[in-house]
């Protein structure tokens, strides 16, 4: 798949860039990206949700009661669950959602999400470029000038740039990635996905192509 590499102002500039079907061009699999999905929210979770059980809530030990004689139901510790303020039977503890997940499952999963992009036209290139300065008026205007102003967008880079990021950090539709981290939840979560030139063989070399 050949696509032309656009500069900051939305035009072309003779340059093609091809996209490698490896990646770009294969036989969508649902079933690993809704897996590689369920692991990237479940990493998001904390897990640190807790109740306290009847031997952790504060209360005296005594028996409240006597065992017979009192015509209700026989009752040891004010702390049991069936009192107002006793603990909680079976409550929440701390625990890990982390699952494992193969390599090749997930390099399926990211490679069938960039062939859904690729398909429904969502992928731009754009040359490679840099700000002098953090700008968020400038990454409006390259939005703009893609046509893209009113799409959540993914900005893909070969490398850390600092500018970049920080003049994307105050618009709600624009995400940065590096080429290297990407993954299938934030291609899935961009409307559009816009690759600098460079960041094209980094995802090959992420995928060892």
Known sequence: ????????EGKETGRKVTLNDLIFGVE???HAIYLDVKQYMANKRQGTHKSKERSEVAGSTRKIKRQKGTGTARAGSIKSPVFRGGGTIFGPRPKSYDFKLNKKVKQLARKSALTYKAREN???VLEDFNLEAPKTKEMVNIKSNLQIADKKSLFVLPAENNNIYLSSRNLQDVSVVIASEL???????AKTIVLLEG??????????L
């Open 1 to 8: 798949m050949e696509l032309s590499v656009l500069n900051r």
């Open 28 to 30: 969508p699999n649902d």
């Open 199 to 208: 960041s094209v063989k980094k995802i090959e070399e992420a995928f060892k």
């Open 122 to 124: 969502n992928i731009f």
């Open 183 to 189: 993954n299938t939840y934030q291609i899935l979560n």
